[in-house]
């Protein structure tokens, strides 16, 4: 089976050349399959974060080559790329990044607004992913209104409004309550039993323990891969 | 246009109003500092708008042609002698001589106008008194007579011709610009004032119908007996005269226009950069509507409807704003810098007119400073990956 994402010799250095020079991801190569629950694991600072914005597309790598469903998307356009986070793509970030002073179904529907997608079709989409997500009685609430288990959901609703066939969310367990992790652990295994391939940033043990494969990472370099039992 | 584009313009529309919601204080600061830039330009273009109507008018009710006699290439006093021959002449229906001048009344500067009486009558509903009839009676202008607290009876004279007395019989009540500073007299009166005795400044020259004018021109310098040792005639037809005003307005009203769009463009462009209150969209929001699939035409398309927005919102309020003020308060303060010799409370009406150009060149013009202030920033902000935006 190929694998339908493959990093070769990734590196992102910001400030490069200069005395302040930050090598935050440094020859990194990895895959990942199609379906798979896939974890970069490590302390803070190791280059989750900015390895995930690589495999994200929003980031442009210093070095190496991405390989998207086969097609080296390190080259693409801003337009192409604009694509794959439409179409292919959808990630969560770990402040959620939710536009203050909409609700919680106008955030959800913002990535249709420029598809043209009818605002009763928007409303209905959004309506039905948080109904899904447990928070069909939150439609109408802005960010400010919602806990922080709450706007992570609506985070995810976002990210799947155009049904991606990849999930990426960094450190999703850093910003919410104990609670909300068994209910976030829930909506990640359900969505990967929908077919969806997870790749998920964290230094939670508890996410640790659900992956397939796990990559660790430690100042910038892959450390180790191992597979997990659910594999 | 195919369904989805439409609707993708009209999604970016109510995408645009909810952003400006959203940032209302910001919103609500740009729009004030269009609103402070359009307002002076709006109520002077439509000043400008009005007192040239004004003068179409007056010229419109006016005579066909002019005729004055040719002093050194100016005009000159012309002889009564002319008004019985071109009386005569074919399509030409009445021939009426004015005295025009000025001088002063103290220290003002007035105009002095002398027609015939059957003119003079004519002006009846529009004087509190009576007609001149008398020699020596004339009426003056509300400016003049509020100046001086003159009455109806009060008798004067002026230091350009201390012999000469007059008596008040009647003040023009309508206190448009033109008359204000009027004094109004018969013609043989004012002949004598400024000493022309079988002369007049003009002979009136009014035809039968629209066909005529061409003719009568023709037959009126036709019948100009000028040789080496008489004056020809000057004679200056209504179309020409209306000609030459519309130039005057628009060639001043062009200058006023391009030296304040610089100055204003400048001025807001200053003040925008420096306080950030501009359409600075903010980075965080670009980097997560390009890492949420947003591509950057689309975010400029929204942009430029925010700024469409915020720029039919200021002009609105603008022209309501100057409708406000010269229609409800007369132009107070404003009018003294666009309309000569008035001051900071007008004693006269001041014309204003709203024509939808101005409205269109003041849209034009908060569009252009609000893009250039929104679209630029964000489309270089745009070019940078959105990881870098939210960092």
Redo the contacts between chains.
């Keep these: 089976m190929e694998a339908i994402l493959r990093v070769e010799n990734l590196s992102k250095w910001y400030n490069a050349g200069r005395p302040d020079e930050v090598r935050a991801v440094e020859d990194i190569s990895l895959e990942v399959y199609e379906n798979q629950y896939a974890v970069l694991y490590g302390p803070s600072g190791s280059g989750k974060t900015t390895l995930l914005s690589l495999i994200g597309t929003l980031d442009r790598p210093t070095q190496g080559r991405i390989f998207l469903y086969g097609r080296d998307i390190t080259q693409f356009s801003d337009i192409e790329l604009s694509r794959i986070r439409r179409q292919t793509v959808g990630f969560v970030f770990q402040s959620f990044n939710l536009f203050a002073g909409l609700s919680a179904w106008e955030n959800v529907s913002y990535p249709l607004i420029p598809m043209g997608v009818p605002t009763t079709e928007r409303f209905e989409r959004a309506k039905s992913l948080l109904e899904r997500l447990g928070l069909g009685d939150r439609l109408d609430h802005s960010p400010e209104e919602l806990s922080g288990g709450e706007q992570q959901r609506v985070a995810i609703a976002r990210a799947l409004v155009n049904h991606p066939r990849i999930l990426i969310a960094d450190e999703p367990t850093s910003n919410i309550d104990t609670d909300s992790v068994g209910s976030l652990l829930e909506i990640l295994t359900g969505l990967k039993e929908e077919g969806k391939t997870i790749i998920v940033s964290s230094h939670d043990p508890v996410i640790k323990s659900r992956a397939e494969v796990l990559f660790t990472l430690v100042r910038g370099r892959l450390k180790g891969i191992s597979h997990g039992k659910n594999e | 246009m195919d369904?989805?584009?439409?609707?993708?313009i009209k999604?970016?529309l109510?995408?645009a109003c909810?952003d400006l919601?959203?940032h209302r204080g910001r919103s609500f600061v740009v729009t004030l500092c269009l609103v402070a830039i359009l307002f002076p330009l709006v109520t002077a273009l439509a000043i400008s708008e009005g007192l040239r109507f004004q003068a179409e008018i007056s010229i419109g009710e006016g005579a066909d042609f002019y005729v004055s006699e040719d002093r050194y290439g100016g005009n000159g006093p012309i002889s009564l002698d002319h008004q019985s021959r071109l009386s005569g002449l074919q399509g030409v229906s009445r021939v009426t001589p004015r005295v025009v001048g000025r001088t002063y009344f103290l220290d003002r500067l007035i105009a002095v106008v002398g027609l015939e009486p059957e003119a003079l009558s004519g002006l009846k509903t529009l004087v509190q008194g009576r007609i001149p009839e008398a020699p020596g009676e004339v009426l003056l202008g509300q400016g003049i007579a509020r100046a001086f607290k003159i009455q109806v009876g009060m008798p004067f004279s002026l230091g350009a011709n201390p012999h000469k007395t007059f008596k008040v019989t009647g003040i023009l009540s309508h206190s448009c610009l033109w008359s204000s500073d009027l004094m109004l007299m018969s013609h043989s009166d004012a002949n004598e004032f400024f000493r022309i005795r079988g002369l007049s400044t003009q002979l009136l020259i009014y035809t039968l119908s629209d066909s005529s004018p061409l003719l009568a021109k023709s037959l009126i310098g036709r019948s100009d007996p000028g040789g080496s040792q008489v004056p020809h005639l000057r004679i200056e037809d209504r179309y020409h005269t209306k000609e030459r005003v519309q130039a005057g307005f628009s060639h001043k009203g062009g200058i006023f226009i391009i030296l304040y769009i610089i100055v204003a463009t400048l001025a807001i462009q200053a003040f925008l950069i420096t306080s950030g209150f501009g359409l600075r969209v903010m980075e965080?929001?670009i980097?997560?509507?390009?890492?949420?699939?947003?591509?950057?035409s689309?975010m400029l398309?929204?942009i430029g409807m925010e700024c469409l927005l915020i720029s039919l919102t200021a002009i609105s309020s603008a022209i309501l704003l100057s409708m406000a003020l010269t229609k409800g308060l007369n132009g107070i303060p404003i009018a003294q810098f666009f309309v000569a010799e008035v001051g900071l409370v007008p004693e006269v009406e001041i014309p204003s007119r709203y024509i939808p150009f101005h409205g269109l060149l003041g849209l034009a013009l908060a569009f252009c400073i609000t893009l250039s202030g929104g679209l630029w920033s964000a489309w270089r902000k745009a070019?940078r990956?959105?990881?870098?935006l939210?960092r």
């Design positions: 369904l989805p584009r439409t609707l993708i999604n970016l109510f995408a909810g919601i959203r965080r929001e980097g997560v509507m390009k890492a949420i699939g947003w591509r950057t689309e398309g929204e070019q990956p959105p990881a870098e939210m």
